[in-house]
C-alpha cells in the first residue's frame, strides 16, 4: 500500500500527483519490501529545507490558481534608508490600502501575493507584490501611491514555471531570512490536497503518464525520495490548450494599456529575473 495526493486548482488547469510510500504505508509482499525500501544512504534534509520547500510549494500553488499573464509585478524601492523594520511594514500597509482604492475606484477586484526584503539586513529593504492587470492610466498612478522611492512594474508571465521561479524566489533562504512572511490577500483561492491510503496495489507505478486532455510538465514532475527517505513519485499537470496564443494575447493586451515593457520572470529587487 501507499499513500496518493492530489491537488487540482479550482479551474482545473493544473494537477499535482504525489504518490510515495511511508512507515506506516509499506508494501506487505518481502519482494516488493525491499525494492521500495527506506532509503538509508544519502543527504537528509535539515528542518529549515523542508520547511522552505513547502513554503514554496504553497506559494506556487496559489499563483498558479489566482494570477496570469499580464498581471502586474511590482518592485518598489526606497530613495532613503527607512528607520527600520516597523517603519516598513507601515509603509507597505498604506501602499496597500492605497491600492485596495484604487482597484475600487476602476471597479475590479483587488488581490495580492508580496513579500518585504531585507527588513533585517542584507540589502536595503524593498519589497514586490503581485496584483491583477489594470488599465493604463490606473498604472500611470501606481508610482504616485509609492512616494518613499522608485516602483518598476513588469508583466507577469503567467506560465507554470513563471510561478514556480517566483515561489521559489520568494522562499529561498538568503532571502527569507532576512524578509517578512509571505503576505497574500484573503480573497484568494486555495483549493486543498486529498490524501487517499492505497491498499489495493502493493506499490505505485513509477511511470509517468498523463490522463487524456493533460500533458506533464517535465521540469517540475521526478521520481526520488521523500524526507524521510522513501521512493516517491510527482507528477504536475498542465491542461492542453493553446497557452502560447492566450499568453501572447495576454501579454500584449498588456503592453497596449500600459506601454511597459515585457518580461517573462520576476524582477530581483535589482532589475534581473531572478533564478
Not at 521520481?223 to 527517505?229: A, D, N, R, V
Request: proline residues 4%; positive net charge.
Amino acid at each position: 500500500m501507499y499513500i496518493k495526493t492530489v491537488w487540482e486548482s479550482f479551474n482545473k488547469k493544473y494537477k499535482i500527483i504525489k504518490k510515495h510510500h511511508t512507515y506506516r504505508a509499506q508494501p506487505e509482499l518481502c519482494s516488493v519490501k525491499e525494492k521500495r525500501a527506506r532509503k538509508q544512504n544519502g543527504t537528509t534534509l535539515t528542518q529549515d529545507e523542508i520547511n522552505a520547500r513547502l513554503r514554496s510549494e504553497r506559494t506556487e500553488k496559489l499563483l498558479l490558481e489566482n494570477f496570469e499573464a499580464g498581471d502586474c509585478y511590482l518592485t518598489c524601492t526606497y530613495k532613503e534608508t527607512p528607520e527600520g523594520p516597523e517603519a516598513v511594514k507601515n509603509d507597505w500597509k498604506n501602499f496597500r490600502d492605497r491600492l485596495k482604492r484604487l482597484f475600487k475606484r476602476i471597479g475590479q477586484k483587488f488581490k495580492y501575493v508580496y513579500i518585504l526584503e531585507n527588513l533585517y539586513g542584507g540589502g536595503r529593504p524593498h519589497g514586490h507584490i503581485l496584483i491583477p492587470a489594470i488599465p493604463r492610466e490606473a498604472v500611470k498612478k501606481i508610482k504616485h501611491l509609492w512616494p518613499y522611492g522608485n516602483v518598476e512594474i513588469k508583466a507577469y508571465g503567467g506560465e507554470v514555471l513563471d510561478a514556480h521561479r517566483l515561489a521559489k524566489y520568494f522562499t529561498k533562504e538568503k532571502v527569507y531570512k532576512n524578509s517578512s512572511t509571505i503576505q497574500s490577500s484573503r480573497n484568494l483561492i486555495r483549493s486543498g490536497e486529498k490524501k487517499k491510503l492505497i491498499t489495493r496495489s502493493e506499490t505505485f507505478d513509477e511511470r509517468m503518464t498523463a490522463p487524456q486532455g493533460y500533458h506533464i510538465v517535465d521540469e517540475l514532475s521526478y521520481s526520488g525520495y521523500t524526507e524521510e527517505g522513501y521512493p516517491i513519485v510527482k507528477i504536475f499537470l498542465e491542461k492542453d490548450e493553446d497557452n502560447d496564443r492566450k499568453r501572447l494575447f495576454a501579454a500584449n493586451n498588456f503592453l497596449e494599456k500600459t506601454k511597459f515593457k515585457y518580461a517573462v520572470g520576476p524582477s530581483g529587487g535589482g532589475g534581473k529575473r531572478s533564478r
